[in-house]
């Protein structure tokens, strides 16, 4: 990998208490058994997870992305 690419993103600031908010308006809207988290197990500048609701209530499923940015 790019040395430059690895100096930018060594040292970058993570929000995580984005991700704490976002885990909290879900759990307030929907019930655990109806929530899977895809968590993204190895990657070098960003940290991707995909929610997937399926709630009993509705004909459809809900997709959320989390954690796409570094916010640079």
Do not use: P, W
């Not at 600031?13 to 655990?32: G, K, P, T, V």
């Amino acid at each position: 990998m790019d040395r430059d690419i690895l100096k930018d993103i060594n040292g970058e600031e993570h929000f995580y208490e984005n991700i704490e908010s976002l885990e909290q308006h879900l759990d307030r809207f929907f019930e655990d058994d109806e929530i899977t988290v895809f968590h993204e197990m190895l990657s070098l500048d960003f940290h991707l997870d995909v929610f997937l609701i399926n709630c009993a209530d509705n004909d459809f499923n809900i997709l959320i992305t989390s954690g796409m940015s570094l916010l640079k």
